[in-house]
């Protein structure tokens, strides 16, 4: 049974930074498509940030802020959150395909609530003055 755990959550003030991670309990390297989502009280879940075999897709809410990246000998996704605004304030979770999709998939998954076969139980950010 895959579990993937997220941790690095916290309240910052507008500007700050927080760097998230997602902790694989299995190998991660058949897992081609991983990604980050994040969900607000009151609003749909929506696609953060992607990768897809080391090459990374922003949605462009976060384009210049937000910084996604694995470390395939830990098992572990990041995602490195500078410049931090109140409305990126949610529950953030990974998710991570369970074998290989294609391209297309990961990329489409920014912009539609598609499946993933693993989501962690997320991590609260908070920002606010």
């Known amino acids: 049974q895959v579990q993937l755990v997220e941790s690095g959550g916290g309240s910052v003030q507008p500007g700050g930074s927080l760097r998230l991670s997602c902790k694989s309990s299995?190998?991660?390297?058949?897992?081609?498509?991983m990604g980050w989502f994040r969900q607000a009280p009151g609003k749909a879940r929506e696609g953060v940030a992607v990768?897809?075999?080391?090459?990374?897709f922003y949605a462009d809410s976060v384009k210049g802020r937000f910084t996604i990246s694995q470390d395939k000998s830990e098992n572990t996704l990041y995602l490195q959150m500078n410049g931090l605004k109140p409305e990126d304030t949610a529950m953030y979770y990974c998710?991570?395909?369970?074998?290989?999709?294609?391209?297309?998939?990961?990329?489409?998954?920014?912009?539609?609530?598609?499946?993933?076969?693993?989501r962690g139980q997320g991590t609260q950010v908070t920002v606010s003055p």
């Open positions: 299995t190998d991660t390297s058949s897992m081609n498509c």
């Open positions: 990768i897809f075999e080391g090459g990374p």
């Open positions: 998710a991570a395909t369970a074998g290989r999709v294609d391209r297309t998939y990961c990329h489409t998954a920014l912009v539609q609530d598609l499946p993933f076969a693993y």
